[in-house]
């Protein structure tokens, strides 16, 4: 990885745009720091605290720290994620925008541009129910209507500048660029939780005992990144063949090809639908100053993962369970909606492709049905695996971090894509073709 952005920065061009990526960076950083007006934050922060070992600690660390300092982008760019995941799945309902998603760049370009406008509607639902909820339980330093209307303004305005951070990025940038802005997020958090594992574990312990604490969390944290490395670059090859066809006096055809199938189809959206389901209980309690007892109260410790995995609340670990249900359940849902074996079956018919040993049709769809559902399953237990191995050092241990397997799986996937993308821009600007010679 640092000797591709060595040589990339001997390319003019590249090195212009890695320092435009920085630069952005930079400015996300410092808005993040910058706080909503009239917001109480010392109140704030003591109710975050509260707050932040159970449903509010992923979306603290997806948002670099600015929910918990309540900046101008506390809200970051969830909400175009929400929106790119929400389009995405209607994508596949609406035949009206499976048609614009098929008529090439123009198509593209309209389901962007109401991206946007989705983007900036969430973004003023979740501004407004933040702000009143926040007002009603004395975060807010005067409680009526104009300072309402200014944080729900100051909230969309951040999470609109920052999405459009992202397409500079991507426009200017070395690309991907709301994925680096999620990825800069959680990046900035590291360093806290690194910390507070070692204050926890190793500082003030016997020299044996600091060393051998020490050799476990980075021997979990580097298995933890192979695993998602092996996961996001794993992929199951069928081979195609293609029959020889006549055209005028040639023979054309009669190549080989293959149909990758990622292992990790459908990435980290069934970790962060299974999250959200669970987690929007516990936040709507929590907008809603709920703090009761009874059964409500009891249903809400299953559903926060503060609970999972502590020897003495077992009972709790119920919620896991759910929750690893809820990961395989998404990652087959997602993929069967996003991959469509009966679509490419025909596409390969049409194009005298087939797959050896396999007929053409149904039942190649059939046998491309039943590798995926294999796939997909290992998939989910690798996506499961590294969602769980923190909740379980976390209820086992009280190692209490924001940094989680999701976050983990983020960074991974957003660094190997970039790098791949880097790497490829200077293998167009460094080859040297026929016409040169």
Known sequence: MFTTLKNAFKIKDLR??????????????????????????EVFRQWFSEQSNGAFSFFDAVTGGSFQSMSILALNI?????????????????????????????????????????????????STAMAIAFGRQGYLVN??????????ATLTAGSAFLMWVGERITEKGIGNG?????????????????????NQFVIGKAPATAILAAAIIIAIIVAMVVLVIILNDGTRKIPV????????????GGNTSNIPLKVNT????????????????????????????????????????????????????????????????????????????????DNMKKQGGFIPGIRPGK?????????LNYIVFIGAIGLTIVAVLPYFFSGVFKANVSFGGTSLIIIVSVVLETMKQVESQMLVRNYKGFLEK
Do not use: H
């Open 78 to 126: 969830t909400p175009y994620i929400t929106s790119s995941i929400i389009m995405q799945l209607l994508t596949i309902a609406i035949p009206k925008l499976e048609e614009m998603q098929r008529d090439g760049e123009d198509g593209r370009k309209k389901i962007v541009a109401i991206t946007r406008y989705v983007t900036v509607a969430l973004a003023v639902i979740q």
């Open 143 to 152: 409680y009526n209507a104009l300072s309402i209307i200014c944080s729900v």
């Open 266 to 345: 459908s990435g980290v959206i069934p970790v962060i639908f299974a999250q959200s389901l669970l987690q929007l209980p516990i936040i709507i309690s929590s907008f809603a100053g709920y703090k009761g007892t009874g059964v409500w109260s009891e249903i809400l410790k299953y559903l926060n993962s503060t609970y999972w995995c502590d020897p003495k609340q077992i009972k709790y670990s119920i919620g896991l369970l759910v929750y690893i249900l809820l990961i395989i359940f998404f990652a087959y849902f997602y993929t069967s909606i996003t991959f469509n074996p009966l679509m490419i079956a």
């Open 241 to 252: 063949q293609y029959a020889n066809k006549v055209q005028g006096r040639k023979m054309v």
């Open 16 to 41: 212009s745009k890695i320092l435009f990526t920085f630069a952005m960076l930079i400015v996300i950083r410092i808005g993040s720091q910058l706080p909503v007006p009239g917001v109480n934050g």
């Open 363 to 371: 039942p190649t769809s059939d046998y491309l049905n039943k590798v």
């Open 178 to 198: 709301i994925s680096i802005v999620l990825v800069i997020n959680i990046i900035s958090r590291l360093p806290e939780d690194l910390k507070v594992l070692f």
